[in-house]
């Protein structure tokens, strides 16, 4: 019974990816083999331009000779920077090169880790955690108004290219939740960042997402008034002065 059940689900997974189309995958969690396109097959042709050769000799001074497939995730980072937000077949082929490896080394990678993106992206990828502090503290109600501005549905890109919209598993700060973190390729590798938005309200969120239309830099972290940094709304109530020293810092004073 149970066997039947997994391989009709199966099939209803092969039948779905079937006819959906490339556009419209997830990024990074898309199934972890490639299908040819205009814009994403290897007879394209991709290098590091000029400014990113420098700073590949500059990553791989940091590994021994013998050990340049160690460099592969930078690597793959400031291509998919260069790229405006996403890796192209042709991108991890020619990382594959600089490091000496066959280019499978490299897919295994990009296929393994999500900030790895394998379609196209906006200049502006919002990705809004989705873990269980911030799901508590509301990212979803985020997520959907994110949306609804954007007129897209998740993991696609608006039509103008400037966003897209994802979810990302716990980005660590969940003091501060709810959160999003914005990756800035609107200017490529040399002015790309990745800054995190806290303490955020649904209506916080989308004023982020027009400034970034505008073109201005919203300030990043707690998005709190109240707060500094991830200290309490209101300030310490505890820890207002200097601690005391331990009492036995001095062994040798010990009886």
């Known amino acids: 019974m149970l066997g039947r059940l997994a391989v009709q689900r199966l099939n209803e997974i092969r039948t779905a990816f079937r006819r959906t189309t490339q556009a419209s995958r997830s990024f990074s969690t898309a199934l972890n ?90 200049k502006y990828h919002l990705l809004v955690c989705g873990t269980t502090p911030c799901m508590i503290r509301g990212s979803r109600g985020i997520e959907e108004a994110i949306l609804k501005h954007l007129g897209v549905k998740r993991n696609e890109v608006t039509k103008d290219g400037l966003f897209s919209v994802g979810e990302m598993e716990c980005m ?59 200290g309490p709304e209101g300030g310490n109530t505890t820890l207002l002065g200097e601690p005391k020293a331990p009492p036995c810092r001095d062994l040798d004073a010990v009886e």
């Open 33 to 122: 083999y490639h299908i040819d396109t205009p814009d994403n097959n290897p007879d394209l042709p991709w290098e590091f331009n000029d400014a990113n050769k420098a700073k590949v000799k500059e990553i791989l001074s940091f590994y021994p000779s013998n050990y340049k497939q160690s460099a592969v995730i930078p690597l793959l980072d400031l291509a998919q920077q260069q790229n405006g937000g996403w890796l192209p077949v042709s991108a991890m082929n020619a990382v594959a090169k600089v490091i000496e490896v066959s280019p499978i080394r490299v897919y295994e990678v990009a296929t393994f880790y999500t900030m790895f993106n394998r379609t196209k992206v906006g």
């Open 172 to 230: 660590g700060c969940c003091v501060n939740a709810p959160m999003m973190t914005v990756a800035d390729y609107s200017n490529g590798s040399e002015g790309y960042a990745y800054n995190y938005y806290e303490d955020l309200t649904p209506k916080r969120a989308v004023e982020i997402v027009e400034a970034f239309r505008k073109g201005e830099k919203p300030t990043r972290g707690t998005q709190n008034p109240g707060r500094i940094n991830c």
